[in-house]
């Protein structure tokens, strides 16, 4: 699918945000015994950085979200976070381009990627075909890593 774009966020946009965030995180807080109606909105408003997060828009609506932020513990180092897409557009290739997107950037640079995936999440399927693999798991999340691809 190629009728989408990546605009910048804004402050403005935490709510819009907050509230995508808890419809594409709904079914795997649930699976997991761990959906709270407030804490899932929340939790995005506590960590949203408008200077590294995008928007993902499909015909001039939002559709999604992605961050890409240094790390502040590990130099040299990026967290992708607040990867989200609304779930009536799921598995038609826009999470794949937007990953392919971000990780070219990052393999330019020569950065490693980090994020973590709710487990049993079918994300995992996704980040795992764009080269991560997993580092650590809690009861909660998969904790996985990306080297950057070698320059040609």
């Known amino acids: 699918m190629?009728?989408?774009?990546?605009?910048?966020?804004?402050?403005a946009d935490v709510e819009?945000?907050?509230?995508?965030?808890?419809?594409?995180?709904?079914?795997d807080l649930e699976r997991l015994g761990r959906y709270d109606e407030r804490r899932?909105?929340?939790?995005?408003?506590d960590g949203f950085a408008p200077a590294h997060t995008w928007l993902i828009e499909v015909a001039g609506a939002l559709?999604?979200?992605v961050a890409l932020r240094p790390s502040q513990v590990v130099h040299g180092t990026c967290w992708l976070e607040h990867f989200y897409l609304e779930p009536g557009l799921q598995g038609r290739g826009i999470g794949s381009a937007v990953l392919d997107l971000l990780l070219e950037r990052c393999d330019h640079e020569g950065v490693p990627v980090r994020l973590?995936?709710?487990?049993?999440?079918?994300?995992?399927?996704?980040?795992?075909?764009?080269?991560?693999?997993a580092e650590t798991e809690d009861p909660v999340d998969v904790f996985m890593?990306?080297?950057?691809?070698?320059?040609?």
Do not use: T
């Open 2 to 11: 190629g009728d989408w774009e990546l605009r910048p966020a804004s402050a």
């Open 63 to 65: 559709a999604g979200c």
């Open 40 to 45: 899932v909105r929340q939790r995005l408003r």
């Open 145 to 152: 890593v990306r080297e950057p691809a070698a320059r040609a």
């Open 16 to 27: 819009a945000v907050a509230e995508l965030r808890a419809v594409a995180l709904r079914a």
């Open 116 to 133: 973590n995936v709710l487990r049993g999440s079918p994300a995992r399927r996704l980040y795992e075909r764009h080269g991560f693999r």
